[in-house]
């Protein structure tokens, strides 16, 4: 028995630290939506549920910048290049597929 599996976490039904972790980084990537992008800003990849509300999907290329992806009053937040948006609470307006408006906050991370 390891310290981090005690008889109190597992009278709360807890897993073991490691199945926590694991678990925790698959609820993190299951929820919102997580965008890839290089360092210019072109992104990559798209993933999470809300992916499938946008009007636009990722091109069969991956060259679109993440300002082509978003309203025109939202481009303003993602001039230059990502590393110029760490640290700052990003506030993003997506179009989405059924004609409404996509509100998301979020921020940039490196990888």
Excluded: C
């Amino acid at each position: 028995m390891k310290a981090s599996d005690t008889l109190f976490a597992r009278l709360l039904g807890r897993p073991p630290s490691a199945e926590l972790a694991s678990a925790h980084s698959l609820v993190v990537q299951n929820i919102g939506l997580h965008v890839q992008l290089d360092h210019q800003g072109h992104v990559l990849d798209l993933s999470g549920p809300l992916r499938h509300l946008l009007s636009r999907h990722l091109p069969d290329d991956g060259a679109a910048h993440l300002a082509d992806y978003l309203l025109p009053h939202s481009r303003h937040a993602v001039e230059g290049v990502p590393v110029e948006w760490q640290g700052h609470s990003l506030d993003l307006d997506f179009p989405g597929a059924a004609g409404e408006t996509l509100h998301l906050r979020g921020w940039t991370q490196p990888n």
